[in-house]
């Protein structure tokens, strides 16, 4: 997909997010620790960190990432609309979509550090799905879920980030399991797809068939 490609080197911002992209490590695909919405692992020299409690060098890393995600944003919003073809001013242009992607990747990865709620009142109320992103990041699933099934209208899309929440989960499950700690107790990823489809849905029967599907179509539990 061209759009996962390399930015362009035309211009600043698009220098400064290869450098970036570089330096956290989300383009080299370095191995990083495996974090939840906001903490990371715990192990014996790494403190159970939330967002609000980073020491000194997660401070300078949540900056990285923080102006990361804003030179992502100003990309795709100031390349929108630059085409003279039939397309609208809302609609990305190829660059804007590689900017959005970018975002997008950012924001799904799990070693990102960028403060959520910080972001969150940044993003466009149009960009649908970087709110769901953002959200789930802070733990808000069923609301994420609400944006993807309800205003995307897209029970796949809501399936396929309950699938990411399901694959997390236990991949989080193995790596305490395998330092002799109990993998814990999570919450179903699929659970609050199907609270969504039967609450927010205009058509009961159409919410009800959607959720009769997830519960058929979630993993059994191991």
């Known amino acids: 997909r061209a759009q996962d490609g390399p930015l362009p080197f035309d211009s600043g911002r698009a220098l400064a997010v290869s450098y970036l992209e570089s330096a956290i490590g989300i383009a080299t695909g ?114 994420a879920l609400r944006i993807l099934y309800s205003q995307e209208n897209s029970l796949e899309l809501a399936l396929e980030y309950c699938d990411v929440r399901h694959e997390r989960q236990q991949a989080q499950r193995r790596t305490e399991e395998t330092k002799g700690r109990s993998g814990g107790e999570y919450e179903c990823a699929y659970i609050p797809l199907v609270r969504v489809a039967l609450s927010s849905d205009p058509d009961s029967d159409r919410g009800t068939a959607a959720a009769i599907r997830v519960l058929a179509l979630r993993p059994e539990p191991k």
Do not use: C
Request: no cysteine.
């Open 30 to 143: 370095r191995p990083t620790l495996s974090r939840s919405s906001n903490a990371q692992i715990a192990d014996n020299d790494i403190l159970f960190r939330t967002e609000s409690s980073r020491d000194g060098i997660d401070e300078r890393k949540a900056d990285m990432h923080d102006e990361l995600s804003y030179l992502l944003l100003e990309g795709v919003i100031s390349e929108r609309g630059d085409n003279e073809d039939d397309r609208g001013a809302d609609e990305d242009s190829d660059l804007s979509a590689m900017y959005r992607y970018k975002l997008r990747r950012l924001l799904s990865w799990p070693g990102s550090m960028i403060r959520s709620e910080r972001l969150l009142g940044s993003l466009p109320s149009s960009f649908l799905r970087e709110h769901a992103l953002v959200l789930g990041r802070l733990g808000r699933h069923e609301d």
